[in-house]
């Protein structure tokens, strides 16, 4: 069976820290897609990226970035320079195809939290 | 932003009542998710559907039903409500096979007293 783990449940930083937030996963797939979304104290869940199995390119968007590395199963997420908007809870999640759908496995969740 | 809606937004209901959650979308996603949102345990998939009339039971679909008569709307049903179900519903939807980026809508409280 499908699993991610995010080990850490809550992160406290103090404002233009960085931080790296771990999400380790199990699938005997070898094609599968990995996601990071966070869910900001509104409560809505936002996408901020998707990565394939066949992609181990690390990947920067402006102050986050991504690092993906199947010989650990590993998807960590760093943030550069926190900022108070960055806090949020951040899910890492896996996919399961089955007949096209993608079912997505999510790990618990960590709950980031940026200090001013 | 796939145009997701929800509702209602927030329902507090009885034990042994029916519940009936919708989802409604716009942009003519084929895929249609249910998950549910508990604290320790992230989201987790409650049924899915892969086009009208096709649904399939996802990891917690124990005491839930779903249905799919058209495209754009998706119905959780809770038949017989129990506290356990109380929790925060969300719907997603996605366009097509692989890359197969799931959107959420806004969530549903649920609160079964």
């Known amino acids: 069976a499908q699993k991610v783990t995010q080990a850490q449940t809550e992160i406290s930083v103090v404002e233009k820290e960085d931080v790296t937030l771990d999400c380790v996963y199990e699938t005997r797939d070898t094609t599968y897609y990995l996601f990071w979304y966070k869910q900001p104290p509104s409560g809505e869940l936002v996408f901020l990226i998707r990565r394939n199995s066949f992609d181990e390119q690390n990947e920067i968007s402006g102050r986050y970035s991504w690092n993906f590395q199947k010989s650990t199963s590993s998807f960590n997420f760093t943030i550069t320079a926190s900022q108070v908007v960055d806090s949020a809870v951040y899910f890492c999640?896996?996919?399961?195809?089955?007949?096209?759908?993608?079912?997505?496995?999510f790990g618990q969740g960590t709950r980031l939290t940026i200090n001013p | 932003d796939a145009g997701i809606t929800q509702s209602p937004r927030h329902k507090v209901t009885e034990t042994g009542t029916p519940v009936t959650l919708r989802c409604h979308q716009t942009?003519?996603?084929?895929?249609m998710y249910w998950y549910r949102q508990d604290p320790g345990h992230g989201l987790r998939l409650i049924h899915y559907s892969y086009g009208v009339k096709d649904t399939d039971k996802g990891e917690v679909s124990d005491g839930y039903s779903v249905s799919r008569s058209k495209t754009e709307d998706f119905l959780l049903t809770l038949e017989s409500a129990t506290s356990s179900q109380t929790s925060v519903y969300f719907c997603a939807t996605s366009f097509g096979q692989n890359p197969n980026t799931q959107y959420f809508g806004p969530g549903t409280r649920l609160t079964v007293l």
């Open positions: 999640a896996l996919s399961e195809s089955n007949r096209g759908a993608q079912k997505l496995v």
């Open positions: 942009e003519n996603h084929r895929y």
